[in-house]
């Protein structure tokens, strides 16, 4: 736990994002048909999912870590990581839907990859209401965090593994090839693996600060 | 073997109370059959469909439509319908496994016999010619195994939760919507007739999600009951 204090990873977190912003826009990329430059967004785009997989993953470790101990922190993290993921979701909706507008032709073009991303939001928003729909604070925890268990697996079918299986346009599924096999060349690769990490970090740190914010309104609640 | 007895005695148990009352099982079917109808009227109002070309599509869809609804309408109560006391005489002389198992293998039954009857029943409102009628039969099987294990886990959060249908309906959804799209795609290219080793990779990634329910729910369940 003390790693969410150090402030190393904050810093090579805002460094890489400036990096990535600069070196993204400027580099060199190679030129193929139908995408041109918005091959770009690969850059933004994929590390959306990349750090909501990231956090989601963590949450998902602190839920069973609650279930466990039963101790109350576990809880607040496991939530404030699924609003961050959320948050990332979203982001990374938006992304791939402006990419797709100029590769497909429209933003939402009915692709498997995009249902499926839409369906494992509901599932994520289902987390949401779950959890106003209990007051008392430890049922609340203890459910939400089987239901965060449960559908975290539900998830990773719909997102990596059905969209695989059927025709869609996006990149890596449906037999298209991946950014990562042959388009990518190690240019690419300089700027892509850094803008992982550093929007990773970004939402590891987001969510550390709603969680230390969440902790100090916690303890004010409490009874001494 | 102590875990195996448990679940039959439980599943023998459910099977005896519905078999006296034939509540859960006679609802569930009128609410399918009365769906089925209204649905034939409703189709009905507006002729020319059963001749049109999108009609085996709407068919297909319509059926597992009215399967889902009647899937979450049946398992909603196979933990709501039990009262506190008696769920808490279950826990003290069985372990929770064995409760999570006799309930799913008990709605697998109650939802085959259902499918097995809704089917037919389908059938006679709305014609239509099945070009692999074995095939439809195993992927309507295997849908109703798969609601049954969706849903079990499903009702026993919600009814953790406060007993409500729309919390029940909202969780189960998005972890069933999956589900439903191998389902529909299967028992189309049955329906086609389309050769069966086009289904076969389908039928894998459903019995896959199926174990994952299974497992999850096994793990979970012990904390979930535990109040």
């Known amino acids: 736990m003390k790693f969410i204090y150090q402030t190393w990873w904050k810093v090579l977190a805002v460094l890489l994002i400036f990096y990535t912003l600069i070196a993204g826009f400027l580099l060199d990329v190679p030129h193929l048909p139908i995408l041109h430059e918005t091959i770009r967004n690969v850059y933004f785009h994929v590390p959306m999912w990349m750090a909501m997989f990231t956090v989601f993953t963590i949450s998902v470790i602190y839920s069973i870590k609650y279930l466990n101990t039963g101790k109350e922190e576990y809880?607040?993290?496991?939530?404030?990581?699924v609003n961050t993921g959320t948050f990332f979701y979203v982001l990374g909706l938006i992304t791939g839907m402006m990419w797709a507008k100029y590769t497909w032709g429209e933003f939402w073009?009915?692709?498997?990859?995009q249902n499926s991303a839409a369906i494992a939001f509901l599932l994520y928003c289902a987390y949401a209401v779950l959890r106003n729909s209990i007051d008392e604070e430890q049922k609340r925890a203890k459910i939400s965090a089987i239901y965060n268990i449960f559908a975290f697996p539900i998830m990773v079918v719909?997102?990596?593994v059905l969209p695989r299986m059927t025709d869609s346009l996006h990149p890596g599924?449906?037999?298209?090839?991946?950014?990562?096999?042959?388009?990518?060349?190690?240019?690419?690769?300089?700027?892509?693996?850094?803008?992982?990490?550093?929007?990773?970090?970004?939402?590891?740190?987001?969510?550390?600060?709603?969680?230390?914010i969440r902790l100090i309104e916690y303890k004010k609640n409490e009874i001494n | 073997m102590q875990?195996?007895?448990?679940?039959?005695?439980?599943?023998?148990?459910?099977?005896?109370?519905?078999?006296?009352?034939?509540?859960?099982?006679?609802?569930?079917?009128?609410?399918?059959?009365?769906?089925?109808?209204?649905?034939?009227?409703?189709?009905?109002l507006n002729p020319g469909l059963s001749g049109s070309t999108g009609y085996p599509i709407i068919w297909n869809v319509l059926f597992w439509i009215i399967m889902l609804f009647a899937a979450v309408n049946a398992i909603a109560k196979s933990f709501m319908q039990e009262s506190k006391g008696r769920l808490l005489y279950y826990y003290s002389i069985a372990s929770p496994?064995?409760?999570?198992?006799?309930?799913?293998?008990?709605?697998?039954?109650?939802?085959?016999?259902?499918?097995?009857?809704?089917?037919?029943t389908y059938l006679l409102f709305f014609n239509n010619t099945i070009g692999?009628?074995?095939?439809?039969?195993?992927?309507?099987?295997?849908?109703?195994?798969?609601?049954?294990t969706v849903f079990t886990m499903i009702s026993a959060i919600a009814s953790k939760a406060g007993n409500n249908g729309t919390l029940m309906a909202i969780l189960s959804f998005p972890v069933v919507i999956p589900v439903i799209l191998l389902l529909i795609r299967l028992s189309k290219n049955a329906m086609d007739g389309i050769g069966r080793n086009f289904s076969y990779s389908g039928i894998g990634v459903l019995c896959a999600i199926n174990l994952i329910v299974i497992t999850t729910a096994l793990l979970l369940f012990p904390f979930l009951w535990r109040d």
């Not at chain 1, 809880?75 to 990581?81: M, T």
């Not at chain 1, 073009?109 to 990859?113: G, L, M, T, V």
């Not at chain 2, 039959?8 to 109808?37: C, D, M, Q």
Request: proline content about 4%.
């Open chain 2, 132 to 148: 692999d009628p074995l095939f439809y039969c195993l992927a309507v099987l295997l849908g109703s195994f798969s609601f049954s």
């Open chain 1, 109 to 113: 073009s009915n692709d498997p990859k």
């Open chain 1, 173 to 212: 599924n449906g037999g298209n090839p991946a950014f990562g096999k042959l388009d990518m060349d190690n240019h690419m690769r300089m700027v892509f693996y850094p803008a992982c990490i550093g929007w990773c970090f970004t939402a590891l740190w987001i969510a550390t600060v709603r969680y230390r």
């Open chain 1, 158 to 160: 719909l997102i990596m």
């Open chain 2, 3 to 44: 875990l195996v007895n448990q679940t039959w005695f439980l599943l023998k148990k459910e099977i005896i109370l519905e078999w006296r009352s034939k509540y859960a099982f006679n609802g569930v079917l009128l609410y399918v059959v009365s769906t089925v109808f209204i649905c034939y009227i409703a189709f009905n």
């Open chain 2, 97 to 120: 496994q064995a409760i999570m198992l006799s309930k799913t293998i008990y709605n697998i039954l109650l939802m085959a016999l259902l499918s097995a009857l809704a089917l037919p």
């Open chain 1, 75 to 81: 809880d607040l993290i496991a939530v404030e990581c």
